[in-house]
């Protein structure tokens, strides 16, 4: 009998403290495996942001830095800067982080360019402090902090980051995945291969945004919650790739 | 057939494996109680099961070896 | 004796910091510290660096955050506003315990302030800046050529103590031009086997992290911290004293107040009153023993800053209050004049002391 799947080396084999159902532990899994099949393990660094995900520094295997809340972009340019050759650098950021605190962050690495690797977990909630409105929080939707529902009149309309970037000449790749079934995850195996990879060939930033559940946060049962991400995130978050500059390039 | 390895301690009894996989073999042991206080995922049929592996990429905690 | 060229202030840091081998900028430009970041810039490319101006101070000092998590020496410079920016990294700076090199060509303030020098960051610069317990290595260079030798020391100390360095000057210092040697004794940088530099599968990986859940364990690293800090203040306070072992009067004053003061201790002790100056150079830690010596025989202290009075805080604690310490100062861009410093001395010296 061969093994068809086990726990990436990449990963680390202690239990995550995700709640059930939280798509965070499938997520570090694909990112485990990509580093695996790629190789990289012994010369990537990772970057955990401040969120639930605080803590991806006790799970990957290679060389792990904590980030300030949303700087995360800014101390994986500095990584990547000290030694551009033989650094592989990847960021792992929540939408509070990514897209509230660490927006100007995100959006200048992006203008530079910068060849780093970042992974953006869009669950639209803030899981860690315990359920207030994110930056992506749909119109309507409750939180702790929008009791009634978001009203885009009184605190604005949730950001589409992919959308938002793809207008900036900068960044190589941008893709939106989600984690929700199993068709799914394959394709978001694959672009985030494509982010390490882009980075590998020395192609610049490449940003995969997972659309992915909470549903804790959420009040929800897990399966619910991946319903809701079909239902409700993915009409307003659609799938597909926002900028892929080389595939551009090569039709033209 | 193909074989599953359960990291049963490690289950947080999400469901989320029963409902992937395609011939519904799986479903969460409500006579058993992990470390955790979950119910853990098991196997119902065994030799029914192909290795998909659908239950194993769906689990949010990696719990799961398939082995063909 | 090696040749002296004519530099900057500013111009000085930065080349002091790449011949101790700094390859690695992060900044913003603010008044009155650009020349630092234009210096790196137009060098860093051609000796194979990295010079990078971010998106703001906030980003500038992450960046170094990231190269320092990889062990190499890097820096950053700004002026009082840009450093209040950058305190939170500070903060994150200490609990990683990383290495850094930052300098605050101080302005007046508080708010936007102005453009002028001056020395109203003490309290931020020796307190720490961020939040959270910790402590930087503080140094105030007099002099060009002391900005320039205190960059080189200042990463020296900050990869040995795994602190950051602060060069806390003013406008003046950054501004002013002077002969400056740059024939420094460049030691071997220190091993730093904790980087996150990649596992090459070599060893188990590596994490840099201020965070700790567990009370006792963040009780315990901040105790360990602090002894390292107690070995900092026992090993590398530095100051100048001037005329002090006779003195009735002691004037503290670092950086351009320094030199003022000087001025008018000579001035004083021409006119027979018995006047010396220490001045402080490691401004955390705070050269308490030589204040200490002092008072067993001078009648009074006179601080003089660019402040409304911070560093005198620091000569009273180091002092025990034992005697008086009256402040002589300017502020919001202004200088104290050797005749104002002359006449505070004078009056100290006619018992006028409140």
């Known amino acids: 009998m061969a093994v068809v799947f086990d726990k990436p080396h990449a990963l680390i084999d202690v239990p995550l403290h995700y709640c059930p159902g939280c798509t965070h532990g499938i997520i570090h899994r694909l990112v485990a495996e990509v580093i695996d099949e790629l190789g990289i393990e012994g010369k990537t660094i990772g970057i955990a942001p401040v969120g639930c995900s605080v803590m991806a520094y006790n799970y990957f295997n290679c060389d792990m830095i904590e980030a300030a809340h949303g700087r995360a972009p800014a101390v994986a340019t500095g990584v990547k800067r000290a030694d551009p050759e033989n650094h592989i650098v990847f960021t792992y950021q929540g939408d509070g982080d990514l897209a509230s605190i660490g927006m100007a962050e995100t959006v200048h690495a992006a203008a530079r360019n910068e060849n780093i690797t970042v992974i953006f977990i869009n669950n639209a909630i803030y899981g860690m402090t315990g359920g207030q409105m994110a930056p992506t929080s749909l119109p309507g939707q409750v939180t702790q902090t929008s009791p009634y529902g978001r009203d885009p009149k009184h605190c604005g309309y949730p950001i589409k980051v992919c959308e938002m970037l793809s207008e900036l000449e900068g960044p190589e790749y941008l893709e939106r995945v989600t984690v929700n079934n199993v068709k799914n995850i394959r394709a978001a195996k694959k672009a985030i291969k494509k982010a390490f990879q882009n980075q590998i060939d020395g192609k610049g930033f490449s940003l995969v945004e997972v659309v992915s559940s909470c549903p804790t946060n959420w009040g929800m049962t897990p399966q619910a919650a991946l319903k809701w991400i079909d239902e409700k995130m993915l009409p307003y978050y659609p799938l597909g790739v926002y900028k892929d500059r080389s595939a551009e390039k090569e039709a033209e | ?68 | 004796m090696a040749d002296k060229v004519l530099m900057k202030g500013n111009e000085a840091i930065a080349e002091a910091a790449i011949i101790a081998g700094c390859r690695h900028y992060f900044g913003y430009p603010i008044t009155p510290q650009t020349e630092v970041a234009a210096y790196m810039a137009k060098k860093m490319p051609k000796i194979g660096g990295c010079f990078l101006q971010a998106e703001s101070e906030i980003a500038a000092i992450n960046m170094v955050y990231g190269v320092s998590s990889t062990g190499k020496r890097v820096m950053t410079s700004s002026s009082s506003p840009g450093i209040s920016l950058k305190g939170e990294g500070l903060s994150y700076l200490a609990g990683s315990d990383l290495p850094a090199l930052v300098v605050n060509v101080q302005r007046g303030g508080p708010g936007l302030g102005g453009i002028q020098p001056s020395q109203s960051d003490y309290f931020q610069a020796t307190r720490g800046g961020g939040h959270g317990d910790y402590h930087m290595i503080v140094l105030a260079p007099a002099s060009v050529q002391e900005m320039a030798e205190l960059t080189v020391k200042g990463f020296d100390l900050a990869d040995k103590y795994r602190m950051t360095s602060m060069i806390l000057a003013d406008g003046t210092m950054g501004q002013m031009m002077e002969p400056v040697s740059l024939d420094f004794d460049i030691k071997p940088e220190t091993e730093k086997p904790w980087a996150t530099t990649g596992t090459k599968m070599e060893r188990e990986h590596n994490i840099v992290n201020s965070l700790s859940l567990v009370p006792e364990e963040l009780e315990m690293l901040n105790l360990k911290r602090y002894e390292r800090y107690k070995i900092v203040e026992e090993n590398e306070t530095m100051y100048e004293e001037y005329m002090v072992d006779d003195a009735d009067i002691v004037i503290a004053a670092f950086g351009i107040a320094a030199r003022v003061s000087k001025n008018a201790v000579n001035e004083a002790r021409k006119q027979g009153i018995k006047v010396g100056l220490i001045r402080p150079i490691t401004l955390w830690p705070f050269p308490k023993a030589p204040f200490e010596k002092a008072a067993e025989h001078a009648k009074a202290f006179i601080s003089v800053e660019l402040s409304m009075g911070q560093m005198i805080e620091d000569v009273k604690l180091a002092t025990n209050c034992k005697r008086p310490v009256t402040l002589c100062n300017r502020v919001g861009g202004m200088i104290p004049s050797p005749e104002q410093v002359l006449k505070a001395i004078i009056d100290v010296n006619n018992g006028g002391v409140k």
């Open chain 2, 1 to 68: 057939m193909a074989k599953l390895t359960f990291k049963t301690d490690n289950c947080k009894g999400c469901g989320l494996c029963v409902d992937a996989c395609p011939k519904k073999l799986l479903r969460l042991a409500k006579d058993k109680i992990n470390k955790k206080g979950h119910h853990p995922a098991e196997i119902t049929d065994e030799e029914q099961c192909v290795g998909c592996a659908s239950c194993a990429m769906m689990c949010p905690d990696c719990i799961i070896k398939v082995e063909r």
